[in-house]
């Protein structure tokens, strides 16, 4: 009875096919993964803006300051720390009562619920410098509230957007603003909807969008 088998070339051939497959099919399956967690953030970006819109429609439609000290007071997080102040995420929390949706999947650091902590987003000085409120805002679907942000070197904080901020000054937007969700980034508008936009490398226009009131 005659024995059947594969020689080694044609063994290297079907190696050789498999490698050329792996290689198209894992980028498409990178971006998929991505566009996943993409969508997922956008629904943390939505949920965090209507629950600053919530805030808004208990305090007289003023916006939420940056920082709200309490001093001599303490306050308690929802991560079980206590601070003479309060960031507007710790305003916002009662409104949203989860600390999940303050993390973007797609973002190594995680807020662990406390003042201090990597903080995987933006809030707007434009918005939250404690002077402006919702008839201060002239089109407020197509301001920006809140946005993904990083770490970001020589930044005190990357939890909001302050004016001394190349966001703020025109350098480059994606060294506050990350394009980490397939070259662009969630953003949460003045009305309370969310939207993706792409970020481009030296630009810091987003068309049809602005940051000021």
């Not at 995420?89 to 973007?104: A, D, E, L, R, T």
């Not at 397939?182 to 970020?199: I, R, S, T, Y």
């Amino acid at each position: 009875m005659k024995k059947t088998g594969f020689t080694l070339i044609e063994l290297l051939v079907v190696i050789a096919i498999i490698a050329i497959l792996a290689a198209i099919l894992f980028p498409v399956f990178a971006k998929a993964r991505e566009k996943a967690r993409q969508t997922s953030c956008l629904s943390n970006v939505k949920q965090i803006s209507l629950g600053i819109m919530m805030y808004v429609q208990d305090y007289d439609e003023e916006y939420p300051r940056i920082y709200r000290s309490a001093s001599p007071a303490r306050m308690t997080y929802p991560g079980g720390g206590t601070s003479t102040g309060l960031m507007w995420y710790g305003v916002i929390y009662p409104y949203v009562k989860s600390m999940q949706i303050f993390n973007c999947p797609s973002y190594n650091y995680k807020w662990n619920g406390n003042y201090t902590g990597k903080f995987a987003y933006g809030y707007s000085y434009r918005v939250g410098n404690g002077t402006t409120n919702m008839s201060d805002v002239e089109s407020p679907a197509t301001t920006i509230l809140m946005a993904d942000s990083w770490e970001t070197p020589g930044v005190s904080s990357q939890s909001y957007y302050v004016t001394t901020n190349p966001v703020m000054s025109g350098a480059d937007y994606r060294s506050v603003v990350p394009d980490r969700h397939n070259d662009g980034a969630n953003f949460g508008m003045c009305d309370g909807h969310a939207k993706w936009l792409k970020v481009q490398f030296g630009s810091h226009n987003f068309p049809g969008y602005q940051w000021d009131p």
